[in-house]
């Protein structure tokens, strides 16, 4: 068998048993026995690694507490959008929420410290720094909301630019093109930063913006432009990996800490084990779905990186970031990262 063919077999294996998995927990003893019943809401597809692990997670939970806690899960933003879904794990409404760093820094800042434009080039630095000191640092912010991290970070992965017009292969393609960002400042800026036209567009409307080309383009992890199904509606996909994003579990903090301290060491304990599995998951679809997505008709474009960094460089983006990060803050970045400014 070629080695197209097995990566084409385990790629539906795992969207097959994705869509497998029940969407809530297959209780092992009546619901009405569960002492506790939380909601877990996500806002990617139900095929996507997030949710996958997520439900394994969530039913080694239910397995572990003895069906004291049993978790539901909400994918592709059912429970609604990404920014009011932040609003319902802040006021207890849902109390699991999957967040990406980018868009949890519009309520804590220094949760963007990981999408600042090239800071990261591979996972071994992402890895390092995000189960060592900065990961620490971000965690402590995120626990002075109302809100609080409760397992490792899981891994959105590297950012790639698509089109379905104009062909981004250098920072001058970027001049005047119309790109969908998610509602993060940091983003915006870094694209504002090169010459483009950044709009913040809440995930659920990404793709009927593309078709009806409010938008030229949008910015996504390729596991994210494959399972949303982005391709039907971008031609081109340029490899900028301007930056890596994460996503933090998320809970309620009254919610989390109504639970038995034995309940909370079973929740961080498995969901820690589902970030290392999803985290496995992301870098392996990475590869593999640059030969899936070109089978569908998208083109890949290599870039030089360095072109992109080097033109961020001659602008005000890492001083003014460093400025509004604070140097507390960007000293944890570039003790992970290396200088940016």
Known sequence: MSVSKRRDISRRSLLKAATA??????????????????KFATGQDPTHPVNVRAQEAIQRIL?????????????????GSDTELMTQVRSGGVEFFNQSSSILATLVPSAGL?????AFTDYDSVWKAMDGDLGTYIRTQ????PIMAVSKAWDNGFRQVTSSGREIRSPDDLKNFQIRVPPAPLLTSLFKALGAGPTPINFNEVYSALQTKVVDGQENPLPIIATARLYEVQSTCSLTGHVWDGYWILANKRAFERLPKDVQEVVTRELDRSAVD????????SQSLRTDLSAKGLKFIEVDRAAFRQAL?????YSDWKGKFGEEAWSQLEKAAGQLS
């Open 313 to 317: 460089s001659k602008t005000s983006f």
């Open 278 to 285: 999803q985290r496995a998951d992301i870098a392996k679809l």
């Open 63 to 79: 397995e572990a507490t003895s069906g004291r806690l049993e978790i539901r899960l909400f994918p592709a933003n059912q429970l």
């Open 114 to 118: 990981v999408n600042t434009g090239f």
């Open 21 to 38: 998995v029940p969407l809530c927990a297959i209780l092992t003893r009546p619901a009405s026995a569960a002492e506790f019943v939380y």
């Open 142 to 145: 995120i626990a002075k909301t």
